[in-house]
């Protein structure tokens, strides 16, 4: 609540907008009100947030082939959330089930088994590791569910306990922007992460450029992407003055 109302982006703008407003001098007033605008307009472009998000995802591996290089015992992948229809029925979000079906296609060529983890941020919500696991075919991969953990650094704790995870070496499975913060979070507590990839770079069209000069003009996707950077520069630093993850972690 407090996050979504002060620390999402945009909201400390808006909030120095309103400041703005309601300062009685004008000179103090039109000056704020200007580099709020102006701070509005430049993260509202894709380029912004594209450039964010490049040290986030330090360390992929781009190249598919080096992974089956690694010597890794099991991929883990983290769910993205899920949500409940009007009947009831609960469905992992769009990208839980990019995340595992990636995660899924990179453990059969591998021939390892898969480790999803996800838990249930609400009282009556199920784990999201089993929400995305009953919903997605396995086809014969061996796959274990760990459905605790209301965050990134619970699911890595929960993780942890897994003796098939503590002796091995994984591979991360999740979106670049998340990599960085889960693969600490991971590190914490022992765990070693052999090598870090996206659902993106698993695709067949993963050497197509994501780059356009649109990424200059302002939209609400330029706007997404740099929330959705700052939300993770944002937890990570929580992680990081709580001890949920150490520089040496990164």
């Known amino acids: 609540m407090i996050f979504d109302m002060f620390i999402a982006w945009p909201m400390p703008l808006i909030w120095l907008m309103g400041i703005g407003l309601v300062v009685r001098w004008r000179i103090r007033s039109s000056t704020v009100l200007a580099v709020a605008a102006g701070l509005l307009i430049v993260s509202a472009m894709p380029l912004i947030g594209k450039l964010l998000h490049i040290p986030l995802s330090s360390g992929v591996v781009r190249d598919v082939d080096r992974l089956s290089r690694t010597g890794v015992t099991a991929v883990f992948v983290p769910t993205a959330g899920s949500f409940r229809d ?67 650094a619970g699911t890595a704790r929960a993780v942890a306990e897994l003796s098939q995870a503590r002796s091995g070496r994984l591979i991360l499975v999740t979106d670049g922007r998340h990599i960085t913060r889960m693969r600490a979070a991971l590190r914490r507590h022992g765990l070693v992460v052999a090598a870090s990839t996206t659902p993106r770079l698993l695709r067949s069209d993963r050497h197509v450029s994501n780059w356009s000069w649109r ?22 630093m929580w992680y990081l003055i709580t001890g949920k993850a150490r520089l040496v972690d990164l």
């Open 215 to 236: 990424d200059v003009l302002p939209s609400d996707n330029g706007l997404d992407l740099t929330g959705a950077a700052v939300y993770e520069y944002v937890g990570l």
């Open 86 to 152: 009007a009947q009831g029925t609960w469905w992992p979000e769009e990208g839980s089930f990019l995340r595992y079906s990636a995660a899924l296609k990179l453990a059969r060529s591998l021939k390892v088994s898969v480790i999803v983890g996800g838990g249930s941020p609400l009282r009556d919500q199920p784990a999201e590791a089993q929400t995305v696991v009953d919903v997605v075919k396995q086809n014969g991969i061996d796959v274990i569910v760990v459905g605790a953990g209301r965050n990134s």
